[in-house]
């Protein structure tokens, strides 16, 4: 991962769990279905960043240390920025799937 851009784009999230743990952030993405899962976003390790959600509209945030969970109203395309020591994480509806006949 470089210093400052993109950490990484994740498509259909029902919501993020973050979390510190030592001296370090952590971020992981889950979806909706029978079975639960999730997705990592790597951070470096020995950091600790300020983490920011914005425009991603939630129904329920669910803080147990070490982590919190927070669940989005739908499906969401997520994108994870760095700046600096901040993590910026922003979203939007999907895109809907336009069938070609």
């Given at each position: 991962?470089?210093?400052?851009?993109?950490?990484?784009s994740?498509?259909?999230?029902?919501?993020?769990?973050?979390?510190?743990?030592e001296?370090?952030?952590?971020?992981e993405?889950f979806?909706?279905?029978?079975?639960?899962?999730?997705q990592?976003?790597?951070l470096?390790?020995?950091?600790?960043?300020?983490?920011?959600?914005?425009?991603?509209?939630?129904?329920a945030?669910v803080?147990?240390?070490?982590?919190?969970m927070?669940?989005?109203d739908?499906?969401?395309?997520?994108?994870i920025?760095?700046?600096?020591?901040?993590?910026?994480?922003?979203?939007?509806p999907?895109?809907?799937?336009?069938?070609?006949?």
């Open positions: 991962m470089a210093d400052d851009g993109i950490v990484d994740i498509k259909n999230a029902a919501g993020i769990i973050l979390g510190v743990s001296s370090r952030s952590w971020i993405v979806f909706e279905g029978d079975l639960m899962h999730t990592s976003a790597n470096p390790a020995g950091s600790v960043f300020d983490v920011y959600v914005e425009e991603i509209p939630h129904k945030t803080y147990e240390h070490p982590r919190t927070i669940f989005f739908g499906p969401c395309d997520i994108r920025t760095r700046d600096g020591n901040r993590i910026v994480i922003a979203g939007s999907p895109k809907p799937h336009i069938a070609v006949v």
